[in-house]
């Protein structure tokens, strides 16, 4: 089954730029989704089919991908922006199509 | 606003049996495929099950087939996890999501989760 690699942890100052990093195989060839969630709240997209934004999401965040990462960037960073981040794709080719890596927690 | 209202979650112990339910509103369920996700302790997202808008496809995770059955009834609006042989792993806050299958989206909108923990 296919698999998306996260870095448990990431930490950035107040201001600066935070890059989570999501790892497949051929993961150039997939969409990649990014959501965001918080301790207690529901899962929140933030980004969808690699670098698109869903209404209401700040423009802090961005997505790419290049060779076999995608990358969610969010920019001047705030403390509200902690949370732990997930990327997810749909393995159509799989009879257990829905994946999620495993997450990155970011602190500020 | 897209509103997912889950219920169902409470304490049964190992062996047993629940069922969850989750009630749309604010769109056109029927046009929408669905999934459940679960998020136990200090762990990461899982992705559980996937119904089509029709119904006519379902996909389970491992960890789940031949234990778990998702259903829908498109004339309530609502989406259903039987679950069976429930397990002390499958302790977990359960959620609804919208699907967006022409993007692979698992869930562009969420409900707020009901919380189900398998203890004796």
Redo the contacts between chains.
């Keep these: ?1 296919y698999v998306l690699s996260q870095p448990p942890s990431l930490s950035v100052a107040p201001g600066q730029t935070a890059s989570l990093t999501c790892g497949g195989n051929d993961i150039g060839t ?2 990649v ?1 990014w ?1 965001q ?1 918080k301790a207690g ?5 933030v980004v ?2 690699n670098e698109d934004r ?1 209404s209401g999401v700040p423009e802090r965040f961005s997505g790419s991908k290049s060779g076999n990462t995608a990358t969610l960037t969010i920019s001047r960073v705030e403390g509200g922006d902690e949370a ?1 981040y ?1 990327c ?3 393995d ?1 080719s799989s ?9 990155t927690r970011l602190t500020v | 606003e897209v509103q997912l209202v889950e219920s169902g979650g409470r304490l049964e112990k190992p062996g047993g049996s629940l069922r969850l339910s989750c009630e749309a509103s604010e769109f056109n369920f029927g046009d929408y495929g669905m999934n459940w996700v679960r998020q136990a302790p200090g762990k990461g997202l899982e992705w559980v099950a996937y119904i089509s808008a029709t119904g006519s496809v379902v996909y389970y995770a491992d960890s789940v087939r031949g234990r778990f059955t998702i259903s829908r009834d498109n004339a309530k609006n609502s989406l259903h996890l039987q679950m069976n042989s429930l397990r002390g792993e499958d302790t977990a806050v359960y959620y609804c999501a919208r699907a967006n299958m022409i993007r692979g989206i698992l869930g562009d909108h969420w409900g707020q989760g009901t919380l189900v923990t398998v203890s004796s």
């Design positions: 089954s997939r969409s989704h959501y969630k709240q529901a899962p929140v997209l969808y089919v869903p732990d997930f997810q794709v749909w159509s009879d257990h199509p829905g994946v999620f890596g495993g997450g």
